[in-house]
Structures are given as structure tokens and as C-alpha cells.
């Protein structure tokens, strides 16, 4: 991992705020992501974009995640990545069966939540299952947040 000057990791933690405003969560897996030469490294300098990004099965049953931004490496040569390219995301097969029946419903997507590398050092991608919310369903968590943020203002003084 990469080294702050006091010698702590560094924690990569990038997250899809937009998508919890957009989407109501149902489910929430942990998937690893295939990656080539250069990625990695973009990813740990925090380089990353998900907030475009969504999942889709290919025929062969694999789950693929598209419009996700790694950039390019600055230290990259000629072997640098290609920034949009859809990558291959890594679950189990009990999982991706259970993912690919409730992907059938009629509204329901598969989005990325957050990008975090762990302890190991790969990256991993959380994703959910996630219905879309109506615009009143967003005024209601609006407001909620806004009453939770005056309790506490009120509790601290």
C-alpha cells in the first residue's frame, strides 16, 4: 500500500455518493475486479471515477462492470491501461445464480457502491442490487437527513 509521511497505509476508500440518493439498496456484495498492468496503481493514487459506472451479465453468465473510469497512470509507458474498458467482476457462482434472478425484475439494476483495496492489497468493488427511487422517496430522505442533522446540533449544544 502506498506510505502517508507518518509511515500509516494510506486507505483507498471512493464512494458513489450519488448513488444512495438515485437507488435504494436491497442487497450488497463484495466483488474483486479483474485488472491490467497499470490499474492498480491508479487506484491506490485514488484515480477513479464510479459514479457512471453499472454492472451487466454477459451470455456466458460472467458479470461485467461498464462505465467505470480508472485513469491512466502518470508513470505509465506504451503498456498503459485503456481508462473505460469494461471489467470482469469476480464472485462466486452462488452469488452471481442469486444476482442474475433478481436482475430478472422488472426494475432492479446492479450498481457499484464503493471502491476499497483490503488488507491483502486487491481491490475490491462493492456493488448492490438497487431499485430505482421516486422523486418523493428522495424528498422523505432529504428531509430525514435534515431533521437527523438538527438533533445533533441541538444534542452538542
Same mark, same amino acid.
Given at each position: 500500500?502506498?506510505?502517508q509521511?507518518d509511515d500509516?497505509?494510506?486507505?483507498?476508500?471512493?464512494?458513489?455518493?450519488?448513488?444512495?440518493?438515485e437507488y435504494?439498496?436491497?442487497v450488497?456484495?463484495?466483488?474483486?475486479?479483474?485488472?491490467q498492468g497499470?490499474?492498480?496503481?491508479?487506484?491506490?493514487?485514488?484515480?477513479?471515477?464510479i459514479?457512471?459506472?453499472f454492472?451487466?451479465?454477459h451470455p456466458?453468465g460472467?458479470?461485467w462492470v461498464?462505465?467505470?473510469?480508472i485513469?491512466k497512470?502518470?508513470e505509465?509507458?506504451y503498456?498503459?491501461?485503456e481508462?473505460?474498458?469494461?471489467r470482469?467482476?469476480l464472485?462466486? /457462482?452462488?452469488?452471481l +445464480?442469486q444476482?442474475a434472478? %433478481?436482475?430478472?425484475? =422488472?426494475?432492479?439494476?446492479?450498481?457499484?457502491? #464503493?471502491m476499497?483495496?483490503?488488507?491483502?492489497?486487491?481491490?475490491?468493488?462493492?456493488?448492490?442490487?438497487?431499485?430505482?427511487? /421516486?422523486?418523493f422517496? +428522495?424528498?422523505?430522505d432529504? %428531509?430525514?437527513?435534515? =431533521?437527523?442533522?438538527?438533533?445533533?446540533?441541538? #444534542?452538542?449544544?
Amino acid at each position: 500500500m502506498a506510505k502517508q509521511k507518518d509511515d500509516t497505509p494510506k486507505r483507498v476508500n471512493i464512494l458513489n455518493r450519488r448513488a444512495s440518493h438515485e437507488y435504494a439498496f436491497i442487497v450488497k456484495y463484495d466483488a474483486g475486479i479483474m485488472l491490467q498492468g497499470t490499474e492498480i496503481k491508479s487506484i491506490r493514487d485514488g484515480s477513479v471515477q464510479i459514479q457512471d459506472g453499472f454492472c451487466s451479465f454477459h451470455p456466458d453468465g460472467s458479470l461485467w462492470v461498464h462505465n467505470l473510469t480508472i485513469a491512466k497512470y502518470t508513470e505509465g509507458t506504451y503498456n498503459n491501461h485503456e481508462p473505460t474498458r469494461a471489467r470482469k467482476l469476480l464472485l462466486t /457462482k452462488r452469488e452471481l +445464480k442469486q444476482l442474475a434472478n %433478481k436482475n430478472q425484475e =422488472q426494475g432492479l439494476t446492479i450498481i457499484p457502491i #464503493r471502491m476499497f483495496v483490503n488488507d491483502r492489497g486487491f481491490a475490491k468493488l462493492e456493488i448492490a442490487l438497487a431499485k430505482g427511487k /421516486k422523486l418523493f422517496d +428522495k424528498r422523505d430522505d432529504l %428531509k430525514a437527513k435534515d =431533521q437527523k442533522r438538527e438533533m445533533d446540533r441541538a #444534542r452538542d449544544y
